[in-house]
T-cell receptor, first 116, second 114 residues
């Protein structure tokens, strides 16, 4: 299903350009996340947001910024793209379950970004 | 910080056979959650199975089962009766209680031979 969508699916840009990756969800979840996937490193958390007014840095936030425009939308920006930001980027959402620990993250299809 | 290690970059299995993927993790917590995610060529990350550390019983989801060894901090995934559609990269992930951030391993690519 397409509960979590990401646009664009693929993007090529040049060093120094500003780029925005967008994520939308129809799951009604409050929590949203941005991850980056690199070969041999798995997924690493860039930013996360627990509601519209809450933004938190993850483990690799340098060079990135985010905007939570609404409960359903969470955008990731690269203000000045550099080649080592070439990666696969995932958005994820999760709910706040009534049972602690039952939270599950649902991922979008990913955006493949190439910075030349 | 928690570390999740998947020591097998690639695994190959014959269709209908069984394959086991290893995962170890480092934590000082006594309660936590472990996950296996599947990433097929479509890139979609799909939750395969979840294990709560306080549960001694190993989780099972159809052909997927885990061997959770808490003392050894080991969380392996067994895929039984492998099917062509099981070909994917598999990620092990860890999460502390009351913390919604996942820590991922580097992944294991599984190929299924017809």
């Amino acid at each position: 299903d397409a509960d979590v969508t990401q646009t664009p699916r693929n993007r090529i840009t040049k060093t120094g350009k500003r780029i925005m990756l967008e994520c939308s969800q129809t799951k009604g979840h409050d929590r949203m996340y941005w991850y980056r996937q690199d070969p041999g490193l798995g997924l690493r958390l860039i930013y996360y947001s627990f509601d519209v007014k809450d933004i938190n840095k993850g483990e690799i936030s340098d060079g990135y910024s985010v905007s939570r425009q609404a409960q359903a939308k969470f955008s990731l920006s690269l203000e000045s793209a550099i080649p080592n930001q070439t990666a696969l980027y995932f958005c994820a959402t999760s709910d706040f379950p009534s049972v602690v620990g039952q939270e599950t993250q649902y991922f979008g299809p990913g955006t493949r970004l190439l910075v030349l | 910080a928690q570390t999740v290690t998947q020591s097998q970059p690639e695994m190959s299995v014959q269709e209908a056979e069984t394959v086991t993927l290893s995962c170890t993790y480092d934590t000082s917590e006594s309660d936590y959650y472990l996950f296996w995610y599947k990433q097929p060529p479509s890139r979609q990350m799909i939750l395969v199975i979840r294990q709560e550390a306080y549960k001694q019983q190993n989780a099972t989801e159809n052909r997927f089962s885990v061997n959770f060894q808490k003392a050894a901090k080991s969380f392996s995934l067994k895929i039984s009766d492998s099917q062509l559609g099981d070909a994917a990269m598999y990620f092990c992930a860890y999460r502390r209680p009351n913390d919604y951030k996942l820590s991922f391993g580097a992944g294991t690519t599984v190929t299924v031979r017809a």
